[in-house]
């Protein structure tokens, strides 16, 4: 955090540093626009003139903070960019899609020849990644029980790059106690990599709690609402980068900016995954009501654990704010705001869950999580459907499970239109 600023002419006392709520509506106050509007406006161009040729130089060379091309840096991006600086105290890069953003950091840090240790527990997409897409190319997925240390060091050799988990993996709600594996990372030598989508830094300090990047899909509660799609990386600047061996020689030039210039320099650039104006446009709207959604959303959740979890037809509720949740103990130590906005319920089987879903009418059948509506889905015929029912059991994805992303609506409604729904099974 900066230290407070000096006390302004007539004023008795220092401006205090504002929380990372009151940051994330109104950014740095350093950074105001030439006209006074209080949001940056949508830059809907792919090149930027230059005053002269020296400045063409310097600017494309990085030696004078400007813009060239949108794919590289755009305005509107580096506004929402500064915006996420503020509040989570790190290095941003915002990417086109949470996947991108996955990608990008793991093409940094990996290559052939070396492995990633995380949980079986991962969101489908992302061990897709992991095991049809980077393992051709040479890239091992070492499986570790993410919730137990000792097994997370065991998995850990001179050829592991990252240690990579979900702060609450999704579906499986597991919860991993990140201080404890983060005292392991750096006990090896090597950087944990923390996917904080349900989280975000409002929710819970990864840098504090000793991850060394932060990886959030901003598509989710960032974006005000599932209205455009956007990934974030973020340095949390607590990792000597000399120890990655991907980043030995770049330290040399860059010293504790040497991932997020490789990062940007490299990777963002030359894969082309750059977030657009639009999306960092409604990412930044998003992020003035950040805090007041997801506490709405937690909130929900947990009510509607408890009302799952006393219905008869229920069979089995997870979700880490029920003290009959493994991962309550550790949710409750790490989460600022409460447990996530996520859960799971089971039913008798496949068939009952399509009929529950098939009577809802205020909730949505549809994919995604931490949008402002309720949704449901059923994993395994789904998002998980490429994956053996063995395989799929695995991952803690269950042909009796459905998941609800609780979104911000009045929540007796959402509990009437499961409880008229379920009582009609």
Known sequence: MRPAEPAAAGLSAPFRRPAAATLAVHGDTAGRDAHGALRTPVYHSVAFEHPDARSMCLTFTGRKPAFAYSRISNPTVTGFEQRMAAISGGIPLAFSSGMAAISATILVLAGTGTNIVTSRNLFGNTASLMEQTLRPWGLETRYADITDPN????????????????????????????????????????????????????????????????????????????TSIGGLVI???????????????????????????????????NLGGCMSPESAYFHTLGLETLEMRMRKSFANALAVARFLENHPTVRKVN????ESSK???????????????????????????????????????????????????????????????????????????IRLSLGIEETGDIISDLERGLDSL
């Open 327 to 401: 991962g309550h103990g550790i949710a409750k130590k790490q989460f600022r705001l409460g447990a996530g906005g996520v859960l799971t319920f089971d039913l008798k089987d496949e068939e009952e869950c399509f009929r529950l879903l098939d009577a809802l009418r205020l909730i949505r059948r549809a994919t995604n999580i931490n949008d402002n509506k309720t949704l449901a889905i059923h994993p395994a015929t789904t998002i998980f459907a490429e994956y053996s029912p063995a395989r799929q059991a695995l991952m803690g994805v269950r042909p009796t499970m």
């Open 319 to 322: 979700y880490p704010g029920l």
């Open 151 to 226: 097994a997370v060091r065991e998995a850990i050799d001179s050829r592991t790059r990252m240690v990579f988990f979900e702060t609450i993996s999704n579906p499986a709600l597991e919860v991993a106690d990140c201080e404890r594996i983060a005292a392991v990372c750096r006990e090896r030598g090597v950087p944990l990599v923390l996917d904080n989508t349900v989280m975000t830094p409002l929710g819970f300090d990864s840098g504090k709690a000793g991850a060394a990047v932060e990886i959030i899909s901003s598509t989710k509660y960032i974006s005000g609402g599932g």
């Open 235 to 269: 340095d949390n600047r607590n990792f000597d980068w000399k120890k990655a061996p991907a980043l030995a020689a770049v330290s040399e030039q860059y010293g504790p900016m040497a991932f997020i210039a490789r990062l940007r320099q490299e990777v963002h650039r």
